[in-house]
């Protein structure tokens, strides 16, 4: 079993910045894509981006230029740096990470944390 937390939400200013980080614990052999989402309220739940083992990114194009995904397998930590944060980013974010959990299994399952706020007003 993996449990996923994520942290570094909170009420920020329109342009400001915050670096949301996802820390993985249990059972892990290798974490494959690690995959931001966020959730206004009312809304579906979109991917805002994505990284690859391999560290290849996506990003959703409204966040492309503003927000930065990385990953740090040494400490299980995932990243999300928000830069020039706008009202309309507003939404609780979440960490899913697809676990591959022995080196003997070749199969992998996703696992959701439990989400951080962002809000973004003056």
């Known amino acids: 079993q993996v449990q996923l937390v994520e942290s570094g939400g909170g009420l920020v200013q329109p342009g400001g910045s915050l670096r949301l980080s996802c820390v993985a614990s249990?059972?892990?052999?290798?974490?494959?894509?690690v995959t931001w989402y966020r959730q206004a309220p009312g809304k579906q739940r979109d991917l805002v981006a994505s990284?690859?083992?391999?560290?290849?990114?996506n990003y959703e194009d409204s966040v492309k230029g503003r927000f930065t995904i990385s990953r740090d397998d040494a400490k299980n930590t995932f990243y999300l740096q928000m830069n020039s944060l706008k009202p309309e980013d507003t939404a609780v974010y979440y960490c899913?990470?697809?676990?591959?959990?022995?080196?003997?299994?070749?199969?992998?399952?996703?696992?959701w944390g439990q989400g951080t706020q962002v809000t973004v007003s003056s």
């Open positions: 990284i690859t083992s391999a560290g290849i990114s």
């Open positions: 249990g059972t892990i052999f290798r974490t494959l894509t």
């Open positions: 899913n990470a697809d676990v591959r959990a022995y080196s003997f299994l070749p199969t992998s399952r996703p696992y």
